[in-house]
């Protein structure tokens, strides 16, 4: 794992470096260290990182400049700060766990352990994911997303078309469909290993020629069920 800790106060610091250590082993390849936002995004926007650890207020400039710039991005990020009055905010630009200082070992060992296994999900769904385009980032609102489709190491959001002749857009974006599906809301169910699908967003379930499961959308989209998933899924339809 490749970690990174952006924090200004520097016995929090250390004390992060030292615990991260400590809780992490052997799973920590690299870590690197900064006390300012600037450098700190320039190296994010260089380097391949698994997860990044951020303090919302870095002599006196606003973390969320940070997370809003970096949320595309494919890794995860765990923010530790003092602002608890911030965590629902946080939560909604997808962040995967808000860890309030002062704060403990075990904390910070479980915030930890929340990345390293799977289907873990954030303790509040974002409301918005974003996209790089250009020299820009595209905020979208969740609850417009219909499905999402693995690409590869990216995830293709699907949604409608609001600003365009078409009435269909397809966005992608760097976290791969399992880091997605860890910070989406429980509304979105992954029903096949390369797909998760808005419930909210489905007409019906039905059985395809050949014995197949498919989720009929509202959007007119059809959507294969995972053998594995169908009774799971069809309780939630039903």
């Given amino acids: ?63 969320f400049s940070l997370l809003k710039n970096q949320m595309a991005a494919s890794y995860h990020t765990i923010i530790v700060s003092a602002y608890a009055d911030k965590a629902i905010d946080a939560f909604e630009y997808g962040v ?63 949604l409608p078309s609001v600003d365009s002749q078409d009435d269909w857009k397809t966005l992608l974006h760097n976290k791969s469909i399992d880091k997605i599906s860890d910070v989406l809301p429980e509304n979105f169910s992954r029903v096949h290993r390369s797909y998760l699908v808005n419930m909210n967003k489905v007409k019906q379930l039905s059985i395809a020629p050949g014995g197949r499961y498919m989720l009929e959308l509202v959007s007119g989209h059809s959507i294969p069920v995972g053998r594995t998933r169908y009774k799971e899924i069809m309780e939630k339809i039903v």
């Fill in 1 to 63: 794992m490749h970690l990174v800790i952006v924090e200004d106060e520097p016995l929090v610091q250390q004390r992060l470096l030292r615990l991260s250590k400590k809780i992490l082993g052997e799973k920590l390849l690299k870590i690197s260290v900064f006390d300012e936002l600037n450098e700190a995004e320039a190296y994010l926007d260089e380097h391949c990182v698994d997860l990044l650890l951020l303090d919302l207020n870095l002599q006196g400039r606003d973390g």
């Fill in 96 to 158: 995967l766990d808000f860890v309030a200082k002062p704060f403990t070992e075990q904390r910070l060992s479980a915030a930890f352990q929340r990345v390293l296994e799977s289907q873990q999900r954030s303790d509040y769904g974002c409301r918005f994911l974003s996209v790089k385009i250009a020299q820009r980032v595209e905020l979208v609102p969740v609850s417009d997303v219909s499905f999402v489709r693995a690409e590869g190491h990216y995830s293709e959001l699907n």
